[in-house]
């Protein structure tokens, strides 16, 4: 009776109102009232249609009805084509559509001709959508920036998704910023990424301001007697300074360039242990300024794989072992530095600096101004103490994996890892070590509050460049999700693709676009989105799309980072190169043609014996091993020995 009331109550009726009328509008509100229980149940059904689509691609319909449904077969019309209604694992109902047509398209979803419900969508032809990332990677290749070349593609991605014509191109390049640069921003797991990301950099401001890191290379050098410890000395260093590329080149270089001056080492060498105990140890350590960054991508990556679910850190923890190129990096700098040999291009400059005392080719450019400048140098009037940079360290590395084990849940470790919390242990580790480095700092008034401050601020703005890369990239992920860049890229290569041979593909793709543009971090925002839910339609198309074969997806992750290490040291226009360069006042153009045959050697043998027999199911250790023993015998055989004269040796220049 409420319901009733509440009817007639809308109805201002006078008193000289017909009795017919009122009996007819009365009719008609009990008709409303019986209507969703018959005739209205049709307005339950709804079509959930992409917003564009790719003409001759199979796309998916997302299908709604009511529950007390009609219980006959449904079908999705287009293009006079009728496609069946079907559940999908989760016990939804869709429909796989697939049109010729272009422009404007009308779905249907009918019952024996009945029509229940409609959509439209817009059809594009299939090239379009690999076109953003083409133009990103030809913009950075002929600009080389990065940043323009991420939003060029972008910006081509937002107004496909439109319509190309002048309002798409205007409405297209507002929409770029934004809807995808904002919707990237505003992900929670993005925000934690990049907030770790701040954090962890601020944290290396401190501790190199407070003389932590000084401290460190402060105990070490005191192993430095010769040559051969002066080189090993140095590449346990950059192993040490693990968790930032650019603090690791940037001590490292700085600090050791008088040791190995004075021990006759060449410049050329030192820029070379520097620059390639940077990158390969931050790519692949557990806790570093990178971490945030390629787990970001990574995520974004598997995210466009409704079947996979597995923690983005997971899946790069998984993906180590398979990182030959960084890996086997490590192994030869620690060889060459023991074993005192070289060859090509950089035995000509040791056997010049033992020989002569010379550690710099004579027509060298070098600005030594330049090399010393550093924005975080510690006080010399306050005590450079280890455990200043030890203990923030620690306590980043412990809150990681308690973060870890806390946030995850299973009876083993693999399931543990697999099912935790990644971010929210990462923004827990972040912020304690930061926080533990601040009070040291104070507590020993090495810095005042404003002192630390400014030393955590010049840290995380180091990281704000890095931040704008990754979040343009993971917008071009996005745009590319729209335009089902992936879905295309499946079934133009889903079935002539090995799927043993894709990581190594990869893996030179990502050292050519590293090496073109100069930037590992932006070859890995191109690729990394792009090359995972490729690799895992090949595998779903091979029939290969179970655990036993994941290993071919985390050597295809593995290679986008390696392949971009790779490239960024062979790359004379590559930051941390330049930086390598600069820290250890080396001529750049010196650097770069002593530290390419090396690098080269080691990429060549780790596609060969590592990348590409692993993506056959040979196990990583036995790759791995095979790379270093014959890294190691190229150097035992092809090196040469390089002495200085006994008389010489610690001597000063």
């Known amino acids: 009776m ?16 017909s009795r017919t009328s009122v009996l007819v509008s009365a009719t008609l509100a009990l008709v ?11 307005q339950e059904y709804s079509l959930d249609a992409p917003r564009v689509v790719l003409r001759g691609t199979p796309f998916t319909v997302g299908v709604e009805v009511p529950e ?32 010729a047509s272009t422009g404007s398209v009308v779905l249907e979803l009918t019952d024996t001709g009945a029509s229940l419900a409609s959509a439209t969508t817009r059809l594009i032809p299939a090239w379009v959508s690999v076109v953003p990332p083409i133009i990103a990677i030809v913009a950075a290749l002929v600009f080389r920036q990065v940043i323009p070349a991420l939003f060029f593609g972008l910006f081509f991605g937002s107004v496909a998704v439109i319509g190309f014509g002048p309002t798409g191109i205007f409405v297209g390049l507002l929409e770029a910023f934004q809807v995808y ?62 968790f930032d590329d650019y603090a690791n080149t940037l001590v490292v270089g700085n600090t050791m360039r008088q040791v190995t001056d004075r021990l006759r080492i060449s410049r050329e060498k030192l820029a070379y242990i ?46 180590i072992p398979y990182s030959f190129y960084p890996l086997l990096t490590m192994f030869f700098v620690l060889a060459v530095a023991n074993t005192g040999r070289d060859f090509g291009p950089m035995l000509a400059a040791e056997t010049r600096a033992r020989t002569t005392g010379q550690v710099m080719a004579e027509n060298a450019n070098v600005d030594e101004r330049a090399a010393d400048a550093r924005e975080l140098d510690p006080k010399t009037d306050k005590p450079h103490r280890a455990i200043n940079a ?17 946030t995850g849940e299973g009876d083993t470790l693999r399931d543990i890892v697999a099912s935790t919390d990644s971010y929210t242990a990462l923004l827990w580790a972040s912020l304690l070590g930061a926080v533990t480095a601040a009070v040291l700092s104070g507590l020993q008034r090495i810095l005042t509050l404003s002192e630390t401050m400014d030393a955590w601020y010049a840290g995380a703005r180091s990281m704000f460049y890095a931040m704008i890369i990754l979040v343009l990239a993971w917008s071009l992920s996005s745009v590319s999700g729209v335009l089902h860049t992936a879905d295309y890229l499946v079934s133009v290569l889903g079935d002539s693709l090995v799927p043993g041979l894709v990581p190594s593909i990869v893996f030179v793709l990502a050292g050519l676009t590293a090496f073109a543009t100069g930037s590992s971090w ?86 060969l014996l590592g990348s590409l027999p692993a993506g056959f199911g040979v196990p990583w250790w036995i790759a791995l091993l095979a790379g270093a023993g014959v890294l190691f015998a190229v150097l035992r055989f092809l090196g040469t020995e390089v002495e200085q004269p006994a008389q010489s040796v610690g001597s000063p220049l």
């Not at 409420?2 to 109102?17: D, L, P, T, Y």
């Not at 999705?76 to 796989?96: E, H, I, K, T």
């Not at 895992?536 to 390696?562: D, E, K, R």
């Open 390 to 406: 030890v203990l923030p360290i620690a306590v980043l590395i412990v809150g990681v994996l308690s973060g870890i084990y806390v």
């Open 2 to 17: 409420f319901r009733i009331r509440k009817v007639f109550a809308g109805f201002a009726v006078s008193e000289a109102a």
């Open 522 to 607: 932006g070859t890995m925002g191109i690729l990394m989105p792009l090359v995972v839910p490729l690799v895992w339609a090949v595998l779903q198309t091979n029939g290969m799309a179970q655990p036993q074969h994941f290993h071919i997806l985390y050597s295809t992750v593995s290679c986008v980072l390696a392949g971009a290490v790779l490239g960024d040291h062979c790359s004379p226009i590559s930051d941390t190169t330049i930086l390598s360069s600069m820290a250890s006042g080396c001529d750049h153009v010196d650097h770069v043609r002593t530290q390419l045959p090396y690098a080269l050697l080691v990429g060549v043998v780790a596609v």
């Open 32 to 42: 409303a009232l019986a209507l969703p229980a018959t005739a209205g149940a049709a």
């Open 181 to 242: 640069v904002v919707e990237a921003l505003a992900d929670p797991d993005h925000a934690a990424i990049i907030l770790f990301s701040f954090m962890i950099g601020g944290m290396v401001g401190i501790i190199t301001k407070n003389g932590g890191m000084q401290g460190v290379v402060d105990h070490m050098v005191k192993w430095a007697t010769s040559p051969r410890r002066g080189q090993t000395t140095t590449a346990l260093l950059g192993l040490a300074i693990f």
């Open 68 to 99: 007390a449904g009609i219980a006959i077969p449904l079908s999705v019309r287009v293009d006079g084509r009728s496609f069946p209604v079907v559940a999908d694992d989760d016990g939804g109902l869709v429909a796989r559509v697939e049109s």
């Open 274 to 319: 520097v620059d390639s105990t940077a990158a390969p140890v931050s790519c692949v350590a557990l806790v570093t300024t990178w971490i945030g960054y390629e787990v970001g991508l990574i995520d974004a990556a598997i995210g466009q794989i409704a079947e996979l679910d597995m923690a983005a850190y997971s899946v790069f923890l998984s993906s």
